[in-house]
């Protein structure tokens, strides 16, 4: 059970977080790990896996009328998730980097096999097949796993 008190990073999954003020009423943190500030409530109301889910979805011919009715989002939210793919938003980033650490964890499958496994579902959801996407989706993924792997490191020796 999270402790709302004391959140964890959505980047990094650190849980060395500060309050640091507050956006338009909603309680902001900043972590101490990764240096990014976050906001739980907007986070909450389609959590990162959620929409990545629902681009999968998209991508596998539901229409987008279809995939917003399905998870109460209008059709131009869900179009606004598919350009964030496109364009390699953390958000994104963060939904795959969470699917190959369960690869890893909960199937015992081997860090390489599950980054291509994971690539591939990129390709597919974002239909970005070209070399320069392909490759730098890969080092956004290695680059995040590093860190959350670093910060679990850093929490554990508090
Ligand atoms: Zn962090």
């Given at each position: 059970m999270a402790d709302m008190n004391k959140p964890e990073c959505?980047?990094?999954?650190?849980?060395?977080v500060v309050r640091n003020g507050k956006v338009r009423g909603h309680q902001r943190y900043k972590c101490h790990f990764c240096q990014k500030n976050f906001v739980l409530e907007f986070e909450h109301r389609w959590p990162n896996e959620s929409r990545l889910l629902n681009l999968l979805l998209l991508a596998s011919g539901e229409s987008r009328d279809e995939v917003a009715k399905g998870c109460r989002a209008t059709p131009e939210t869900v179009s606004r998730w598919l350009s964030d793919a496109k364009d390699q938003k953390d958000w994104f980033i963060e939904a795959l980097a969470n699917g190959v650490n369960y690869a890893v964890v909960e199937?015992?499958?081997s860090l390489e096999d599950a980054l291509e496994d994971t690539v591939k579902l990129y390709c597919l959801v974002t239909e970005d097949t070209s070399e320069l996407g392909v490759s730098r989706i890969a080092q956004k993924l290695r680059e995040l796993l590093e860190l959350r792997r670093q910060s679990a490191k850093f929490d554990g020796s508090q």
């Amino acid at each position: 059970m999270a402790d709302m008190n004391k959140p964890e990073c959505p980047s990094c999954l650190g849980t060395s977080v500060v309050r640091n003020g507050k956006v338009r009423g909603h309680q902001r943190y900043k972590c101490h790990f990764c240096q990014k500030n976050f906001v739980l409530e907007f986070e909450h109301r389609w959590p990162n896996e959620s929409r990545l889910l629902n681009l999968l979805l998209l991508a596998s011919g539901e229409s987008r009328d279809e995939v917003a009715k399905g998870c109460r989002a209008t059709p131009e939210t869900v179009s606004r998730w598919l350009s964030d793919a496109k364009d390699q938003k953390d958000w994104f980033i963060e939904a795959l980097a969470n699917g190959v650490n369960y690869a890893v964890v909960e199937k015992s499958e081997s860090l390489e096999d599950a980054l291509e496994d994971t690539v591939k579902l990129y390709c597919l959801v974002t239909e970005d097949t070209s070399e320069l996407g392909v490759s730098r989706i890969a080092q956004k993924l290695r680059e995040l796993l590093e860190l959350r792997r670093q910060s679990a490191k850093f929490d554990g020796s508090q």
